[in-house]
């Protein structure tokens, strides 16, 4: 394998990383704007929350589940459960998952947490709290939603493998 190789390799494993994230950054998020919407939550949620804050807020968390996803598909990507290995996909994914849910709880808690303690909104206790509590309730949802992006990834992959051939390598 030659060094144009490597880096084609390279090239296809990055935009598969770029493609499943974003996917499922996306697709997490329209599920929560749907959610929000129908229970109604959503006009009382989106004029204090502001187009900076909710870019940034979006930003976030679509940088941790891409570092995630690079983490999760690590050793061959989604190409993986073809080869026998789709147990540790789903764990890899799941914990993945999780890892995000923590980290986004912790980004916006400290976030929150500062803009709130220097207008005096909030006791710096009461982050602290609700930080610890909500890690152990962001750990189980990150994992779960982890779990079910990576379900979702596999099953569009094989209906993308059964619609489309497979790309012949160049001269």
Do not use: C, K, Q
Not at 55 to 70: D, K, N, S
Not at 129 to 143: E, H, K, M, R
């Amino acid at each position: 394998m030659g060094d144009a190789d490597t880096g084609a390799d390279a090239g296809a494993e990055a935009l598969e990383t770029w493609a499943v994230a974003t996917f499922n950054v996306v697709a997490f998020g329209l599920v929560g704007v749907l959610a929000a919407h129908l229970s109604g939550a959503l006009a009382d949620l989106l004029p204090g929350l502001g187009t900076l804050r909710g870019v940034l807020v979006f930003g976030y968390l679509w940088t941790l589940v891409v570092l995630g996803t690079r983490w999760a598909l690590a050793d061959g990507g989604l190409a993986r459960a073809g080869r026998g290995e789709t147990t540790a996909l789903l764990l890899r994914g799941t914990a993945a998952g999780s890892l995000v849910g923590v980290a986004f709880l912790l980004g916006v808690a400290l976030g929150g947490g500062v803009v709130a303690g220097a207008t005096g909104g909030i006791e710096p206790l009461s982050v602290a709290l609700i930080t610890l509590f909500g890690g152990a309730v962001s750990t189980v949802v990150g994992g779960v939603v982890g779990l079910a992006s990576v379900l979702v990834d596999l099953g569009l992959s094989r209906v993308t493998s059964w619609l489309l051939p497979p790309v012949e390598a160049g001269p």
